[in-house]
């Protein structure tokens, strides 16, 4: 018996990360997963994004759990995309009972435009909107919403790494007002909303050049062995990231029972960097 037996998640951006990871672990839980995933590069971004063949890496991984995929390509920046493929999804697998708004992007360091600025807030801001009020319609009472922010939510402004880096730490930090206004409406419904906030991952979002640029300014091209000492100075915990697993974990947590009387949460996912980066306001 799972703590999900039945029920019916959709989740964006699932072709790999943190979006395969949650993905995954709902399927073990016994959910049936609708996968939403844009299976191409954004001109504004400055690292890969996933293909279709991630995408349906992601549907056998989630049928080798005896339960359901339904995989869709659909960019989250567009609305009419994004309803659609949710009511499609909804069709095949019955109905909707978990939402996990996990699409994202981080264009830092070199080669950002102005487009970084738009695509960022496209996908990071308009790409939870979107998903979260396209699946209001189809959502009964015990559904549960969760949203991916990040502690970059949690401390302020990035402006000076770039429009990538400034609209990437708006856009979150708007998810994070959006997760606490929306569960006082949502909550007479018995529809609970929260929002989980990583700090840095070992996903794809991390691991690139532009993100490794900013954490070794001094270097033309940094690799991994020259910025994994660094990453530890972020945190209160002496890691360099948190695993997708560390995120899944919160997020199945959220999905299920055993956190029925919780919403409108901030749950910082960080290693501890917020306690050290923030001074205590109690």
């Not at 997708?244 to 947590?253: G, K, L, R, T």
Request: charged share 20%; hydrophobic share 40%; aromatic share 6%.
């Amino acid at each position: 018996m799972g703590k999900l037996d039945s029920k019916v998640a959709v989740v964006s951006g699932a072709a790999r990360g943190q979006g395969r990871s949650h993905a995954v672990n709902l399927a073990k839980e016994g959910a049936s997963v609708i996968l939403i995933d844009i299976c191409k590069d954004l001109e504004g971004n400055n690292y890969p994004l996933s293909r279709r063949e991630d995408l349906d890496e992601t549907v056998n991984l989630v049928e080798k759990e005896g339960v359901k995929a339904y995989a869709i390509e659909a960019d989250v920046r567009e609305r009419s995309q994004t309803w659609d493929a949710i009511a499609e999804g909804v069709k095949e697998l019955g109905r909707l009972d978990i939402v996990v708004a996990n699409a994202g992007i981080c264009p830092m360091g070199k080669k950002q435009t102005i487009l970084s600025w738009s695509d960022t807030i496209d996908t990071d801001l308009a790409g939870v909107f979107n998903l979260v009020q396209g699946s209001l319609p189809h959502l009964e009472k015990g559904a549960s919403i969760i949203a991916t922010g990040s502690l970059a939510a949690m401390l302020g402004s990035t402006g000076n790494q770039g429009p990538g880096g400034s609209a990437y730490s708006l856009a979150k930090q708007i998810v994070a007002r959006y997760v606490n206004d929306l569960s006082v409406h949502l909550g007479p419904k018995g529809i609970r909303i929260n929002a989980v906030h990583p700090t840095n991952c070992n996903t794809d979002m991390l691991h690139n050049e532009g993100m490794y640029s900013v954490f070794r300014p001094d270097l033309e091209s940094p690799t991994l062995d020259d910025v994994k000492p660094v990453f530890p100075m972020m945190h209160s915990m002496k890691v360099p990231f948190v695993e997708p697993q560390d995120i899944s974990n919160a997020v199945i947590f959220l999905a299920s029972e055993d956190s029925r009387y919780i919403t409108g949460m901030q749950l910082r996912i960080d290693a501890g960097g917020y306690a050290k980066t923030v001074p205590w306001k109690g």
